[in-house]
Nanobody, 120 residues
Framework: QVQLVESGGGLVQPGGSLRLSCKAS????????MGWYRQAPGKERELVAD???????KDGDSVKGRFTISRDNGKNTVYLQMNSLKPEDTAVYYC??????????????WGQGTQVTVST
């Protein structure tokens, strides 16, 4: 059974920082692409950043230069370092995993989400 467990969310003031963690189990983590998405009230879920099994990362336009995704294959964990946070970053952040080979997706999983609130 695949589980993705997020942690690290909370309330932070504008300009502050948070680091989200997502620990995975039940998958071959080193062979799995990982990512972070977010969904604000009344808006669609959007990609924040993702990182391939080979370590190549991509950031969403709204977070470029502020957020950094990384992974530790030894700990089966993906991180999202969020700096210079803005009120518009307020959302539920979801961890995402996708296992694919040869362009075919064999499995896709989501975490339960962690709330990030940026406010004074």
């Amino acid at each position: 059974q695949v589980q993705l467990v997020e942690s690290g969310g909370g309330l932070v003031q504008p300009g502050g920082s948070l680091r989200l963690s997502c620990k995975a189990s039940g998958i071959i983590f080193s062979d799995t692409d990982m990512g972070w998405y977010r969904q604000a009230p009344g808006k669609e879920r959007e990609l924040v950043a993702d990182i391939s099994s080979g370590g190549y990362s991509k950031d969403g336009d709204s977070v470029k230069g502020r957020f950094t995704i990384s992974r530790d294959n030894g700990k089966n964990t993906v991180y999202l370092q969020m700096n210079s946070l803005k009120p518009e970053d307020t959302a539920v952040y979801y961890c995402h995993a996708r296992y694919s080979r040869g362009g075919i997706t064999f499995g896709e999983w989501w975490g339960q989400g962690t709330q990030v609130t940026v406010s004074t």
